[in-house]
T-cell receptor
Framework: KAGVTQTPRYLIKTRGQQVTLSCSPISGHRSVSWYQQTPGQGLQFLFEYFSETQRNKGNFPGRFSGRQFSNSRSEMNVSTLELGDSALYLC????????????FGQGTRLTVV | QQQVKQSPQSLIVQKGGISIINCAYENTAFDYFPWYQQFPGKGPALLIAIRPDVSEKKEGRFTISFNKSAKQFSLHIMDSQPGDSATYFCAASKGGATNKLIFGTGTLLAVQP
């Protein structure tokens, strides 16, 4: 069974640009959550999707958005990039809607210059 | 009330020793407590998880001890090996329709040969 696939693995963007990150969950998993990981703030929850619906959103500005498709694949978008958005963005895949085991992808390393 | 406090920040253990990492929480609505292991350049990997209806769970060399009244839980790694050297995160999740995880700040474990 394939794991969680995140693409691309690495990205370098310029301030003011926008970026789209992709996540393919484990086959059969219907819930996808996104996290931002930085040395200073640790692992912080961005948002969660289940059956194409956003169920939870973390405390991030509106520049951060996401969506989930009917095949459970998810994308997150960051617009008007700032230097502080440089981070490892992680996607977690879970089978069910609540408190089930979450499996993480390897992440997308975003660097904003 | 949303925080999960983790200690120590770093830990050095001799090969064959016991590594102990502690976490504390405030929100009594939390009802799922996983531990994750993360190696550099990788996403977090689920190690072991516990729910409040049991006080201990063991999987191989890894044991979670859970104290509901004290709102604390800990990870014990028995017979620690150099290959266990990684960053460990505790996390907590509330019951209901969510997979949102609140993470501790992480513990960098170094097992010396």
């Amino acid at each position: 069974k394939a794991g969680v696939t995140q693409t691309p693995r690495y990205l370098i963007k310029t301030r003011g640009q926008q970026v789209t990150l992709s996540c393919s969950p484990i086959s059969g998993h219907r819930s996808v959550s996104w996290y931002q990981q930085t040395p200073g703030q640790g692992l912080q929850f961005l948002f969660e999707y289940f059956s194409e619906t956003q169920r939870n959103k973390g405390n991030f500005p509106g520049r951060f958005s996401g969506r989930q498709f009917s095949n459970s694949r998810s994308e997150m978008n960051v617009s008007t990039l700032e230097l502080g958005d440089s981070a490892l963005y992680l996607c977690a895949s879970t089978e069910g809607p609540a408190n089930t085991e979450a499996f993480f992808g390897q992440g997308t390393r975003l660097t904003v210059v | 009330q949303q925080q999960v406090k983790q200690s120590p920040q770093s830990l050095i253990v001799q090969k064959g020793g016991i590594s102990i990492i502690n976490c504390a929480y405030e929100n009594t609505a939390f009802d799922y407590f996983p531990w994750y292991q993360q190696f550099p350049g990788k996403g977090p990997a689920l190690l072991i998880a516990i729910r409040p209806d049991v006080s201990e769970k063991k999987e191989g060399r890894f044991t979670i001890s859970f104290n509901k009244s004290a709102k604390q839980f800990s990870l014990h790694i028995m017979d620690s090996q150099p290959g266990d050297s990684a960053t460990y995160f505790c996390a907590a999740s509330k019951g209901g329709a969510t997979n949102k995880l609140i993470f501790g700040t992480g513990t960098l474990l170094a097992v010396q040969p």
